[in-house]
């Protein structure tokens, strides 16, 4: 008998939401440790440990202020150390994709830390987004593009994203030609990598072989997945589920198995609210108060601040990883606040 896939009665309520985390700054990724002890990326230059009583601690070789003091937005993005996506590496370090320094990074649970790689083929390496490290120790990362302010590369006719496997002490770009690659998950038998395109609206696989070589490049699921939709991160649930949000039109979506797309929330723009895209249509204002810096997210959806003028501010979105012990992926907030669900009725705890 085929069994129903629990995603398609999945719904999310404004009372399911809690916060998680504290004073964090730009939480663009995080990891999950069987313990329910969590990692995330801090622009401090670092990560920050958040242990499941709910304490917490920075570990960084040297904290910086650069993204908290910055005086200007361009500034803040564009100089100095932005710890961006993160993986275990086999010993339990942190490999680091650094979007600020253009570099992967190696941390140790002490903060010690060393440069992997900044080039490839004698060239500057580009944009560091994201790490992933395979079940044959293979690291693999993305680079968004080439444009040093990769503001300008927010383009949908720029497709100069790439992703590169470092192995044997050297990195080889494996495939190329994205718009703006962000982050990437194999599924669980690895056969298929499935790439972010942010600026191209999409998400795309390649077939992986056992070589690490990757070619039959395809869309998964819709060519577009909507109006204005830039996904940014995505996360595998445990029964083949692939979670993400759309940046700029502020979305959690969840592609099934067989490709097809549900919206699973959406940020309502300017109105401070959350509303559910399935009846019946709900809304959530969080009390000004709530307004905090840097807060992680399980698993539904984050928003994220960032000021436009004195009176507005605009809202984003990212995913992270899924959780050990859950069905449902972990997600974070960067620069404001972020929100978490609790799994609904249907879900199980992930096997271990």
């Known amino acids: 008998m085929k069994l129903t896939n629990p995603v398609c009665d999945f719904n999310i309520a404004a009372s399911d939401l809690q916060y998680v985390g504290t004073d964090l700054q730009r939480p663009e990724c995080i990891l999950a440790e069987r313990d329910g002890t969590l990692w995330s990326a801090d622009a401090r230059g670092g990560v920050v440990k958040i242990m499941p009583d709910g304490t917490q601690e920075i570990i960084t070789a040297s904290p910086s202020d650069q993204f908290g003091g910055a005086p200007s937005e361009a500034a803040r993005y564009l100089s100095g150390t932005l710890p961006n996506g993160l993986a275990f590496a086999r010993n339990g370090d942190f490999l680091i994709a650094n979007f600020g320094t253009d570099c992967l990074e190696v941390m140790t649970r002490d903060g010690k830390t060393k440069v992997i790689a900044d080039r490839i083929d004698g060239q500057p390496i580009g944009k560091v987004n994201f790490v992933l490290r395979d079940s044959n120790d293979r690291i693999w990362i993305t680079v968004s593009t080439k444009v040093r302010n990769w503001m300008h590369a927010l383009r949908t006719d720029l ?42 609206g999409c998400i795309s696989r390649l077939r992986a072989d056992d070589n690490g070589n990757l070619s039959q490049r395809e869309i998964f699921g819709p060519t577009t997945l909507g109006k204005g939709a830039w996904p940014d991160g995505i996360a595998f649930d445990s029964l083949g589920n692939l979670w993400g949000t759309m940046v700029y039109s502020d979305k959690l979506f969840v592609l099934t198995p067989e490709g097809d797309l549900r919206i699973l929330l959406k940020w309502t723009p300017w109105s401070g609210s959350f509303s559910k895209t399935t009846s019946p249509r709900m809304f959530y204002s969080p009390p000004a108060p709530a307004l905090r810096p840097g807060w992680l ?7 994220i601040c960032e000021p436009l003028t004195s009176d507005r501010s605009r809202a984003k979105q990212f995913p992270i990883s899924a959780h050990p012990r859950r069905a449902c992926p972990w997600f974070t907030g960067t620069t404001a606040y972020a929100k978490q669900i609790r799994c609904g009725a249907g879900w199980q705890p992930a096997a271990d």
Request: aromatic content about 16%; overall charge negative.
């Open 159 to 200: 497709k100069d994203g790439y992703i590169a496997c470092y192995r044997d002490g050297d990195f080889r770009i494996a495939a190329d030609g994205f718009g703006f690659t962000n982050e990437i998950r194999f599924d669980a038998a690895e056969e298929y990598l499935y790439v972010v395109e942010t600026t191209g």
């Open 297 to 303: 997210a399980l698993p539904s959806a984050v928003r």
